[in-house]
């Protein structure tokens, strides 16, 4: 590996472990923000749907 590889391996590991240290200091707000996570991307596949469904029938 080189030191740019070596590089991108510390810098993922500085900012995992600064991400699980705040996951554990606002769990509460770390919550509603995953929630909040998973309903916009059923919006988004939901919306998708509708447009392909709509594609498929107009043909």
Do not use: C
């Not at 707000?29 to 594609?55: M, Q, R, S, Y």
Request: charged share 10%; hydrophobic share 70%.
């Amino acid at each position: 590996m080189d030191r740019t590889g070596i590089g991108m391996v510390v810098a993922g590991l500085v900012l995992a472990a600064i991400g699980i240290y705040g996951i554990m200091l606002l769990p509460p707000e770390v919550v509603a923000f995953l929630v909040g996570l998973v309903e916009l991307a059923v919006v988004i596949v939901g919306l998708g749907l509708i447009v392909i469904g709509a594609v498929m029938a107009k043909d």
